[in-house]
């Protein structure tokens, strides 16, 4: 769904005519760029100029909203030091100082101070957590760490944009130490909304709750679901 206008023509049959009247949050992939296209995240965060990030990320959400898309995919601040992890592109690399200064920037250009304004878009972070660690750089593996390198390398980007005030946050497909992220009450509610202090929505990454059977936690979809929701997705 591409367009205000085929989007406002949804959000008034989601409103006027549907039993609950929700209204729909319209997201897409936005990376780097909606119509006018940036070097990509690693290459912005080779600038180390977070004003940089947030003048291009505002750029990104007044573009956005004039074709109706009010919720971004992004930033991803993974941590990647394997270089075989073919994501790394997403991310601002290896080191969590500067990660985590890419993080704040990036919220601070999509959402701006008041996500109620035209040109405001919310920002999805992703992926929590620590999916940029897959062990041998295989996308959706396995990740296997201690808790100290999970909080002292993996977490501070997303505690820095979840202090920068994120509206949304979405969920991994990796296991974390034996753990599926998409169903970890470690990490979604102890961690981001008991520690952290987060209030937004958690959404699961693509067909993360699904790959729950995958994981051998669930046997259904039902049960996959309600094992990801009782998580804190």
Not at 42 to 62: H, K, N
Not at 87 to 98: F, H, K, Q, V
Not at 152 to 162: D, T
Request: proline share 5%; glycine share 10%.
């Amino acid at each position: 769904t591409v367009g205000k206008d085929r989007m406002n023509t949804d959000q008034h049959l989601a409103v006027e005519k549907s039993r609950l009247h929700i209204p729909l949050l319209f997201g897409a992939d936005v990376i780097h760029g909606f119509r006018t296209v940036y070097p990509v995240p690693l290459g912005l965060a080779a600038s180390f100029d977070p004003d940089l990030v947030v003048s291009l990320g505002r750029i990104s959400a007044e573009e956005a909203t004039t074709a109706g898309v009010r919720w971004f995919y992004s930033p991803m601040v993974d941590i990647s030091r394997d270089p075989r992890w073919g994501r790394c592109t997403e991310g601002a690399g290896e080191d969590p100082y500067l990660g985590a200064a890419m993080a704040r920037s990036y919220i601070l250009g999509y959402q701006g101070d008041d996500l109620s304004k035209p040109g405001s878009v919310a920002a999805s972070v992703k992926h929590f957590a620590a999916y940029g660690a897959a062990e041998a750089g295989r996308e959706y593996n396995t990740t296997d760490m201690s808790e100290i390198t999970l909080r002292q390398i993996y977490l501070p980007p997303y505690k820095a944009a979840v202090e920068a005030g994120a509206a949304t946050m979405m969920s991994a497909f990796n296991s974390l130490n034996g753990v599926p992220a998409s169903a970890d009450p470690f990490l979604l509610s102890k961690i981001l909304r008991g520690e952290w202090g987060f209030n937004g929505f958690v959404v699961s990454d693509y067909t993360a709750v699904m790959e729950l059977t995958n994981h051998g936690i669930a046997l259904d979809a039902a049960t996959a679901t309600r094992n990801a929701l009782t998580a804190g997705v």
